[in-house]
């Protein structure tokens, strides 16, 4: 019987996958990120701007990927690459799920599929701005103990919906500083 504070390390731990960290993974890791088309909805062509923004976004957003599970897989909240790609509030949440994992002797393993989209380019805001809808295949990426690679009761993946926010920062990068899974909506 797991007590109510496994169940909510454990809730944390595989929201944090999807949302927050898209936590590490194992030995030999897998992410693989193809855009997606627009939806046909939007006919008018977008300018070379908003492209430029759409592929700046979609790299941070696949350097996010790496990046979590790289520093997942090493228990290592302050790894080095997480700020090249994220910022804040995302990056607090990341580094806190990260921790939290290796507070509790866990790792990820396995693969983590990525499919992205660019849904919104606003490069008006302040600040520029460009929404990210993703269909994440968790379904081999397991959290396992450190210990006797175990897996994690609870902790199994689905394949759901998560969006993401990418931001340009005045020096230029764009960081993803956003991010939501939507578990209740398969994809």
């Not at 507070?103 to 983590?112: D, F, P, Q």
Request: glycine share 6%.
């Amino acid at each position: 019987m797991r007590t109510r504070h496994s169940r909510r390390w454990t809730t944390c731990l595989v929201v944090a996958v999807v949302a927050g960290s898209a936590a590490g993974c194992g030995d030999s890791p897998e992410t693989t990120t193809a855009p997606a088309p627009r939806p046909a909805s939007d006919t008018r062509q977008p300018t070379e701007a908003e492209r430029a923004a759409e592929r700046a976004a979609l790299a941070a957003y696949a350097g996010y990927l790496d990046a979590s599970r790289e520093a997942s897989r090493d228990s290592d909240p302050r790894h080095p690459k997480l700020t090249r790609f994220l910022a804040d509030p995302l990056l607090t949440r990341v580094r806190v799920a990260i921790d939290d994992t290796r507070r509790h002797g866990a790792v990820r393993t396995g693969t983590l599929k990525s499919a992205p989209t660019v849904t919104s380019v606003s490069l008006d805001g302040d600040p520029p701005t460009v929404e990210i809808q993703d269909c994440l295949d968790a379904t081999g990426y397991r959290l396992v103990y450190v210990k006797d690679k175990r897996v994690v009761p609870g902790s199994g993946g689905s394949r759901h919906l998560a969006t993401a926010t990418a931001t340009r920062y005045p020096d230029g990068r764009w960081l993803i500083s956003a991010g939501a899974a939507h578990e209740d909506q398969p994809c």
